[in-house]
């Protein structure tokens, strides 16, 4: 009979493959199937093109269960509001991004919008999301007149406002654009405003705005997240991870695809994103792929070959078994059998023949990869352009190609031909020239072994060398991170100096650039590739470059948390720096570093000792001569200034003196944990700084600091405090600086206003903190003030209980988002709160912190002397007693607080609104025992709310009264 099986002549032989007429029926019906599908005749085989080689079926095949559970997911958006999530999983080649794709077909079906991205190991993993967003709106430009657009281009203004128009017009510039196309005055005004402090945490916060803003119920969001083993934890799963618990954000699925066997550990920061997902409560559905059915390889091989199905059934038995039934593996294996000879098309017969006997004593790899590699190698004419393809990244466009290329004239020819053979895809972009990626990560690592390992590096450098004396400086910033990964590859080759300090300058260039656009994990990547380029000569060859790099690099360790290796990188340029001018950026960059890593002694003297090297001598200790020489000093600079006067002194320019505000600041946030005696000192530094050189946004907190100073129970001077909290506000209003309204405005409205205002003035200001603490990055100070509006809310402003329950809910969730694990549990102790004075049997602590009980945090707090979380869980039970009625509770949970002392002069909020509690509770024993200890407790505080009222009534007459009473009754 011979080895060609399928294809003999002699009808028997056909026949006996087929056990019924229903065997025979069923491949009839097939291929009239797939006749009508492809609109072709019976008596042409489109599966072969002129050269005989096989052109595979672009048709999806199998995976139906797993299909139907995908699109049940997209179908379910419109109907199920809160965020939802879907993950794909298998090993390589298994066909996750083809089964992500084929469901992603009935997304228009919803009339949803699709944002796709997709990791790829080589490239800058914190800015795939970016550029996925990027292109989105550079797709839909075109449609902007349409109804849908309008309208998602006013929630987009609306959602991000002037706080983070520049952050993400960095990073998606096709944003700009979108929002331009509408009114150009508006995004003149969003543009406008003060430079916000560079922070990951901003850009998260803004691309969950924006996300979110994307997203209706007639137009829901699939975010599709491919290879999502190689995303950042740094922005990507944080960003993923917050999107799926903000509150505000509806009808969106989040569709990610991972690689198993490279996500073998639960410690892998994938999993536990997952996990963390997992606990909040989100819909979360888990799609595991492994081996592709006999059945749907033997259908693609029958629809490849235009055979019926029974005649392939020997061949796809041995295919899946030689490809493990993986369908990466399949296809390349096809394509190799064909390439050999065992798999041809007979231009006599006019179909495929094939070689059965071969191809089963067939020797292949079992690695994937190394197929993909041989059969490459075999085509010389390809060979060279894959080397050189594969050296420019998993995406391409044809101007690179032909710039990094020695002949230019055959690259259109040698992509399209990568193309045919389902090496590479091709992307037409209108007014660009078409853009070329991999089809699979594994097709570029193939075509990268082509390259011998002595020559790796040698090629690079030539490629990347290439390509830069081919870009003209204005163009530049297009190639340069095409240029510089090449030349990266190869630097270890570099003859002299001079081309180093070209590549230090190049990898500068390009970290900068990822630092304008948020991408800080990936420009620490550049920026110390530059650095390791430099040596000590640098400093006298290249001094400019040499201390930019330096002073870049701590900047973004000190952005990225990189605290270490920011103490350990600084000893070289302050020893080698010419000047003390040159030191302060890296010394700033060192305190805040110790400062954020909790080492608040090793801060605090470099503060003193920079200050110092200033002309600002800073005492280590405070004492009651120190603060009242310090305080009379700027009283007499203040003397009959009003608050115009001091609102309109000249902005601040010196290098110099605005350093030693950063300084002073810096010390000020220190000094309130380490040594409160001298915050005072540092506050008065900052306002004479302030008034002998001129205004800063710094120049906001001094003010609003020294306010707190004038209210505190030290001097009581409440119309002074008043005067200066204004002063901070219109300083900073005038100044735009809209970075330090969270810290301004928690002194302003919740230390220094409620001795004027009625409390309920403050809560829509500290709301207003909150979203301007988020969008400039500040997220500490943005969660403190929301937990300031909840203490305030339900301690000291008779909110309705049903409403704070529901709000607090949404804050929690907010809380958790941003990783401000103590604010969520103060909230959660808040609301539970509420629960409790409502009669609900609802649990906080089981609907946000699982696993976790009121008991256990309070003890875990009295271990670790978390005095601030230990009060608030004696002040709420004291509420809870208080109002149902058990005084002996109530009054054993008061001498407890009192246990539990803030140790700060000023009056803060938790203590005010629970004041009139202790009142009524003092006075109702000092009336029902006459026990003398809580009448003097009961006189004390009406003696003192006595004072209090006469500068706040509104605030404190009511309880007066209520006291007055009570004591008399």
Partial sequence: MGAVTGVEDDPSTSLSLYESAKDVH??????????????????????????????????????????????????????????????????????????????????????GFAIEAEFNKSSRPDTVLTSALNVFFGEIRNKVKEHSFVSMRWRIKDAIGTSGYDVLMEAIPNLYSLLRDGDASSTDDLSQGSSKPRSSTRLKFMLCKLIGAISTREHPLVLVLDDLQWADSSLTLDVMRMILVDPDIKYLLLLGAYRDDEVVSMSHPLMETIREIQQCGVNFVSIKLGQIEKESINSLISDALCLPPRLCKSLSTVVHNKAGGIILFVLRFLSSLNDEGLLR???????????????????????????????????????????????????????????????????????????????????????????????????RQAASKLIPDKQHESIHLLLGTRLYMRTPTSELDRFIFVIVDSMNEGKRLLQNAEQRYDLVSLNLKAGESLISSSAFSSSVHYIMTGMSLLDSSSWSDRYDLTIRVYNVATEVMFITGDFTRLCNLVNEPLASAKSFEDKLPIYNNLVRALTASGKLKEAFNQCVDVLSQLGQNLPSESSPSIFKESFVEVKTLLHEKSIKDIVSLPEMKDERKLAIMQLLNQTLVITFILKPQLTPIITFRMVKATLENGICALSSVGFASYGCILVSSIISDFEGGYKFGRVAIETMNRLKALEVMPRVYLAVYSVINVWREPLQASLCKNLEAYDAGVAVG????????????????????????????????????????????????????????????????????????????????????????????????????????????????????????????HGNSSRLYSTIVSTFLEGMIAFYFARKDGERKWSIIGEEILDTVRKWSQYSSWNYSNKLFCWRASATS
């Fill in 26 to 111: 069923a491949d009839l019906r097939h291929l009239a199937d797939k006749c009508s599908r492809d609109r072709t005749s019976s008596n042409t085989c489109p599966s072969a093109d002129s050269s005989g080689k096989l052109i595979l079926p672009n048709v999806f095949y199998g995976r139906q269960v797993q299909l139907s559970m995908l699109i049940q997911m997209v179908q379910s958006m419109k109907v199920e509001s809160r965020p939802m999530m879907t993950t794909v999983s298998g090993v390589p080649g298994t066909g996750k991004s083809t089964l992500i794709h084929q469901a992603m077909k009935t997304v228009k079906d919803t009339g």
């Fill in 345 to 443: 098309y007979s231009m006599s017969s006019r179909r495929w023949e094939f070689n059965l006997e071969k191809i089963q004593y067939k020797a292949i790899s079992d690695d994937v990869v190394q197929l993909m590699t041989h059969q490459m190698a075999r085509d010389e004419k390809l060979r060279t352009g894959l080397m050189v393809a594969c050296c420019l990244g998993p995406s391409f466009d044809v101007e690179t190609m032909q710039r990094a290329t020695k002949d230019q004239r055959d690259v259109n020819s040698f992509l399209d031909v990568c193309v045919e053979r389902g090496y590479l895809n091709r992307k037409d972009i209108s007014g660009f020239s078409p853009e070329y990626s991999w089809q699979h990560d594994q097709i």
């Fill in 778 to 901: 500040d997220a500490e100070n943005a969660h403190i003030n929301l937990m300031v509006h909840a203490t305030t809310s339900i301690m000291g402003c008779g909110t309705d209980m049903e409403v704070f329950a529901r709000d607090t809910g949404a804050y929690i969730k907010r809380s958790i988002q941003c990783n401000q694990n103590v604010v969520a549990k103060s909230l959660v102790i808040l609301q539970q709160l509420a629960f409790e004075l409502m009669g609900s049997e609802a649990n906080a602590f089981d609907l946000y912190l699982p696993g976790l009980i009121e008991e256990r945090l309070y003890a875990t707090s009295i271990e670790e002397n978390t005095v601030g979380m230990c009060r608030l869980i004696c002040l709420k039970r004291l509420h809870v007693a208080f109002w149902t009625g058990d005084m002996k509770l109530a009054s054993e949970q008061y001498d407890l607080s009192q246990t539990f002392t």
